[in-house]
């Protein structure tokens, strides 16, 4: 939606906010801190399905920038 040169920030964003933000209990921290969490964790899991979900409806959606 905002082009290949701007790509990156949303990733990089939300890194930045999970390493430095402090810590929280409870399912905002765990969605917050969802990078981080190990694998097969349930909040982690449907964070990474929401968001893969969302992004191909958008790119569907939308498509491509040209």
Known sequence: ????????TLPT???AFTLFAPPQTGIAGQVGGWLLSPAGTTAAAWTASVLLATGLLLYATVGPRR
């Open 1 to 8: 939606m905002c082009g290949a040169q701007y790509a990156w």
């Open 13 to 15: 964003g939300w890194l």
